[in-house]
């Protein structure tokens, strides 16, 4: 297999008396849809945070492109082409939708106007509708604050966001945990399009029917540690639930 | 309630209105004031209204000040709280024709105003002075307590007791300017720490009417009553039970009414073109328990209200 | 740690509780390196019994607002009126006494019927508040800050703006300045306060549902819990306090200090915040607003006996201020989150 | 088929200029699973909300045991029996698990204490000990703020809430969404306990394999309106669907 | 009104768009009620442009004030220090023209320097709050209750409590009190501060950032945008338009009105929620602040000429606040939510 695109080693994160990581490991290839499963509270979205600069491990390393990097923040980790859709969504919910969309990716009139930081409203809106479109929702009042719509449209303005703006990896942390069937349907359809774009998608699912739909591979945690990967083809809904589980381990994570 | 009352027979009657703008509507001091000023203005056969605010605060008094404005009254006095600030509303309001009287506290611009008429503070401050230095024998050290260090009359007092006590009684030592701001509480609370700061203290000055209702609460709180000397500006109500009720020594008192009276009586000469006098001085008494009682003294203990 | 049997948990857990109770901690430390270095550098005056009974005396008034001013900020209200509604109560109170008997010293029930008319005076304020805060949804904010100015006029307008001082001499020697077994009329009244509150916040229903409604109003009104009537409730309740700390403020300074009071609710609020409790609701203590009330009083007494200009006292409150509040979160940040 | 327990009959609502409900129907029968499903943002929490009185509906009637009855406020409902898991959750973050399950109706102590209403908070903990078990669900620390959950966990504390409470109906918004495998499979066999009870569930939920292994009825909504009602046993994944894509409609929902 | 082509929830979402525009509809409506009832009562004192250039006048710093205050109340955040740091400002900056020339008429470079003395400090005390806020994470009530105390205790240790009076009479007459084609300094620069302002909060990407922070700050910082920074803009805001409060303070009062100040943060913020921002944050408008700003003005200008006892206006002005934002929300319930 190639170089890895990101490879993270021994990472610890612990919350009072909790550890929610412990020495947990993971793998993103350029251009693969890698699933991660686990039990609730075995510490995927504690994982995906570390991994995105939103939470800074207390220990443990992250190589990117096979070279060390430390993220002070999420605008660190965007700057290297990575998004993330958290699973709490993380919208500001007085904003309308294109307004959540382009936040901190502020489109600016031209000229003077743009040098003093007036907006273009009008061309983000526009950009906005076409993006909903794309992945089927349809927002019956577009200038709406994100508050009142509902849970699954608010998933697919954290969705739309994430696709718009990475060049290298999508994090996605139960990205359809809301959705309809249709709506599914397309943001499978999109993470397929993203990879054949080049972008590697990280997918967090508990539906393993949907895994094993989408994914090119599974990384497997349990308790804050990586016990499994499987390639999702030579594997069975089965054997990741016994993983999972704890049933089976097929590797245990090397100590941090 | 406050506002408007008229005469209406009366002298050289012509129903003009006079108002008066206060620096803190709640002093006894002003209070008296306004009575003096109402009761002339009635038997004068004028208009008489008061207003102000119920604290001690520039903004509001200029903006009370504007509003009077609007109303174009032929006359006010005035109580400036602030010797600049007030200086260009009140040139305002007598460029749109009204005469006004300063009273009491005064302005920088001295030729602001066809009156100005007030105690002499200074020598009030002096007064205070000797009186402390009889009570405790002219020696200790006393410590002062001031709303604040920006109003002209009370820093006018403290000026002439500081002179008084550093030119006549070297024995007594001031130890402490503190500034409690214009309220009772203020001064009440501040107190209990003076006493702990200074255990050697024998006498306390209070420089207006509000500090000095706060002092006597204060030492009544910590049961230093009577063991320390207190000199109090002013004979509010509160001041005088408290004086008569032994937590104050003496009070120096002042004329309220009679600066009420007398500014009324020259806005009407100034109306009526009669010749106006520039400045005036009224009087202080010093008040103690011997002479609380004497009619003589009468005059000087201030109201609470104009019925009393 | 593993996630085996559930004892081991059990320990840990029972460790973390005793941690998050001491969310106070901090500050109560600051609270006793202030006592301690005034204590050091002036002996004689600092560290003597009248002294620490004038701290408390003189602050027995603000901690019972303050308490009040707990369960509000942990339901994420807050309340600006207290400064006047104690003004307002006081007021009612000595126009009651006055007015059933002038003489400079009626009867025992005389002055309790007064006390009585200003607790109710503060109690009615309070569920005035609570009504539109909680039926009309109106932010407490502006709810008591309205109340702030309402409270103080009607307050000006039955006084005529005339501190009333004619308070039974009975009343101002008894709770006002008086002592039993040596310990002030105010302290006591203000410990008892303390000991309540803190029970009623920590074990009880009424605690309880304080703490969801700040939570998640949504969430609670969702289990049923009446928020509309618990948030009447919280806000009468500081009312109540407000009212009795008017009843002791006229007992105290024999006066209805009208003009003062201003800061009141700001000193209260200061108090709350820098005792640990979050102002976005949820999560506070009774014993750390008290602290929070006596680290400014010690800071202001302390600075008058070393004689520092006043002004320096304001400007080391407000330093004291931030610094402990900051320490404090420090600390918690450190101990869990991110 | 039996009377209904719960019948409710042209619902609209609306918020601003978007009317969630549009006439919409629904109807409960005693001790039976029925699912509602429907596309985001098709008003299925909307039409929750009416019906257990947390939302009032602008028009319609809501029968129980063939009565005309209106809610207040979710209390009226819940003295009925009636039991909500909501899909945002809708717990207290700043309380723990225990204070979660039990809000509203805590255990006093005994005697004068609870006259004072002192609570009775080491039995409530320990109730709470053994229903989070049951579920499968496994809390690191007891007394953690649930704040600090992770989204399974929380959606279990919210789902055990209802449970334990309900004698006629629950309804529940979602509740798998965030759910692992193994937690899924207990929700669903706690669902047929409680249908066993004689209690009835809505389960409202994007997952068509559910929906059919645990429903006995399936009622379909479509932009506001109840478009199709089947027996589970006699349909198909792609006949749902269908109803909820507006490909099939087997009934349209009387004008209100 | 169906799902059907984008262009008819285009219209409809447009007509929504405009009605939550006005939001601040109500309370203009209060506002011009007053201004009604006024205007008929007294029609040669209310209705007259004296009146109304002095209401105009008398409230153009608070408007300053309250401009500022609107951002920082939109990310969340408050600002209670307005008032001290006016004060500080004001000391700071007569300080500096007396320092370069104590004549009472020094030239215009003197006052200019002097005056941007005062933004620079006002700026300074911003920053300060902003840090504390932003990279301590002390909350903003707080921070900014500390730096009430700081400020003015520092203000009052440079003039040892004595108003400085020494204002150049250049400045005075012109920005104090003197006009430019009729209309007064002091409301020429607040309308200026009210258009740049509006624009800023409505159209560019620092208002934008402002809402967001104050809608879900976690979200925001999620996205990337620098929210420690980004607050200690606003803060710094805040700070120089209450510097330059100052400076047309120290002009408008030709002295440093070190006792004054203490309610203006009180008043800046009933202001800004008065004019339907929200203390929650995300949400808010300029222009809604200004009307905000303007009622309490009226009202007080209103009784003043009506001989009305100020109390009462202490009253109704309390009054009027929790009215008017009760209807304000009545009417957006309506609109809206549930
Ligand atoms: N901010 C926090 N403070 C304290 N504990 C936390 C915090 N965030 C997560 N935890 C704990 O860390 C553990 C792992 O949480 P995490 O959210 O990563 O799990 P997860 O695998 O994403 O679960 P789920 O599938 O339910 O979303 C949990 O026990 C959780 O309670
Ligand atoms: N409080 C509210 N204010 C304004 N609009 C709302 C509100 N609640 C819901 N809506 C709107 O009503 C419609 C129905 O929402 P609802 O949440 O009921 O859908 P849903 O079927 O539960 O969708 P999902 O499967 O995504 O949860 C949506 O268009 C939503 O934007
Ligand atoms: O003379 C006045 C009087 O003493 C009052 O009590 O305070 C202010 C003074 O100007
Ligand atoms: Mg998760
Ligand atoms: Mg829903």
């Not at chain 2, 400036?80 to 009287?101: C, E, F, H, M, Y």
Request: proline fraction near 4%.
């Amino acid at each position: 297999m190639a170089e890895p695109l990101l490879d993270a080693r021994g990472l610890w994160k612990t919350y009072g008396q909790v550890e929610a990581l412990r020495g947990a490991g993971f793998t993103v290839y350029p251009g693969e849809v890698v699933a991660l499963i686990g039990d609730n509270g075995a510490g995927k979205s504690t994982l995906v945070k570390t991994l995105v600069g939103a939470v800074s491990p207390d220990e443990g390393e992250i190589l990117l492109d096979g070279r060390p990097v430390t993220f002070a923040g999420p605008r660190d980790a965007q700057r290297l082409g990575i998004e993330t859709v958290y699973q709490d969504l993380a919208l500001a919910a007085d904003l309308d939708a294109a307004a959540n969309l382009f936040l901190g990716r502020e489109r600016v009139r031209p000229g003077l106007l743009g040098a003093f930081g007036v907006l273009d409203k009008r061309g983000m809106r526009e950009h906005s509708v076409a993006a909903f479109a794309e992945l089927g929702v349809e927002l019956k009042d577009i200038d709406a604050p994100v508050a009142t719509l509902s849970g699954g449209q608010r998933q697919s303005v954290a969705i739309a966001r994430s696709v718009a703006w990475a060049s290298r990896v999508v994090f996605m942390d139960e990205p359809t945990a809301a959705l309809g069937v249709l709506q599914r349907g397309r943001v499978l359809d999109l993470i397929r399009r993203v990879r054949d774009r080049g972008v590697s998608t990280v997918l967090i699912s508990h539906n393993m029917p949907e895994v094993l739909a989408v994914a090119d591979r599974v990384e497997v945690l349990r308790l804050g540690r990586r016990v499994a990967r499987f390639r999702a083809a030579d594997t069975t809904l089965d054997e990741l639930v016994a993983a999972m589980t704890g049933a089976l381990a097929t590797e245990d994570e090397e100590e941090a | 309630a406050g506002c408007g009352s008229s005469g209406g027979s009366g002298g050289s009657a012509n129903g003009k209105s006079i108002t008066f703008v206060a620096g803190n509507t709640g002093d006894p001091f002003y209070i008296t004031m306004k009575c003096g000023a109402q009761a002339e203005a009635s038997k004068l056969g004028e208009k008489f209204n008061a207003t102000g605010s119920a604290e001690w605060n520039v903004p509001e008094q200029v903006s009370a000040v504007t509003s009077v404005t609007a109303n174009r009254p032929a006359g006010v006095l005035i109580s400036p709280v602030d010797p600049n600030s007030l200086q260009g509303p009140i040139r305002t309001l007598q460029s749109n024709g009204t005469k006004v009287a300063i009273v009491d506290t005064t302005l920088t611009d001295g030729s602001i105003g066809i009156t100005r008429i007030s105690s002499n503070n200074l020598q009030g401050g002096q007064k205070a002075a000797d009186t402390m230095a009889q009570l405790v024998n002219g020696t200790g050290e006393v410590v002062v307590l001031t709303p604040d260090l920006t109003t002209t009359t009370t820093n006018a007092r403290i000026q002439g007791f500081k002179q008084e006590l550093s030119s006549k009684y070297p024995g007594l030592k001031i130890d402490d300017v503190r500034q409690v701001g214009d309220t009772a509480q203020g001064a009440a609370s501040a107190v209990g720490d003076e006493l702990s700061a200074h255990p050697g203290l024998v006498g306390i000055f209070t420089a207006n009417s509000q500090t000095g209702e706060g002092v006597g609460t204060g030492l009544k709180n910590s049961g230093k009553q009577g063991s320390i000397k207190v000199v109090s500006f002013d004979a509010g109500p509160q001041q005088v039970a408290a004086l008569k009720g032994g937590a104050v020594d003496a009070l120096i008192s002042q004329d309220p009414y009679g600066i009420g009276q007398q500014a009324v009586d020259q806005l009407v000469n100034a109306l009526t073109k009669k010749p106006v006098n520039a400045n005036i001085q009224t009087d202080l008494a010093s008040i103690t328990r011997d002479n609380v009682s004497d009619p003589s003294v009468a005059r000087f203990l201030y109201k609470s209200d104009c019925s009393s | 740690m593993s996630a085996g049997p559930t004892s081991v948990p059990r320990g840990a857990a029972l460790l973390w509780q005793r941690a998050r109770g001491q969310n106070t901690l901090w500050t109560f430390l600051v609270l006793l390196v202030l006592v301690a270095v005034f204590s050091a550098l002036r002996p004689d005056a600092f560290a003597t019994t009248f002294e620490f009974k004038s701290i408390a005396v003189e602050s027995a008034i603000l901690v019972v607002l303050a308490v009040g001013q707990t369960f509000v900020i942990v339901t994420s209200g807050i309340d600006l009126s207290v400064g006047s509604v104690l003004i307002f109560s006081g007021v009612v109170a000595v126009r009651t006494m006055n007015g059933l008997d002038s003489s400079p010293n009626p009867g025992i029930g005389v002055v309790l019927a007064g006390g009585a008319a200003g607790l109710l005076a503060g109690l009615l304020w309070g569920i005035f508040n609570g009504i539109w805060v909680a039926k009309a949804k109106v932010p407490p904010l502006i709810v008591t800050l309205g109340t702030l100015g309402i409270a103080l006029g009607l307050a000006q307008i039955l006084t005529h703006g005339v501190d009333v001082g004619n308070v039974p001499s009975s009343l101002a020697n008894s709770v006002g300045s008086g002592s039993v077994l040596g310990i002030p009329w105010l302290t006591v009244v203000a410990v008892l306060v303390v000991a309540l509150a803190a029970l009623a916040l920590n074990t009880t229903r009424f605690g309880r549902y304080t703490r969801a409604v700040g939570s998640n109003e949504e969430a609670a009104a969702r289990v049923g819990i009446r928020v509309d009537r618990h948030l009447i409730k919280v806000y009468a309740l500081s009312g109540l306090l407000s009212g009795l700390a008017g009843v002791l403020n006229l007992a105290h300074y024999s006066s209805t200090t009208l003009t003062s009071g201003a800061q009141d609710n700001l000193n209260a609020i200061a108090a709350v915040v820098l005792g640990g409790t979050s102002l976005f609701g949820g999560v506070g203590t009774v014993i750390g607003t008290v602290i929070g009330v006596f680290i400014p009083a010690v800071l202001q007494s302390g600075f008058t006996i070393l004689q520092v200009q006043s002004f320096w006292q304001t400007v080391a409150v407000g330093a004291v201020l931030i610094l402990a509040v900051y320490f404090d979160q420090l600390r918690r940040r450190r101990r869990s989150n991110r």
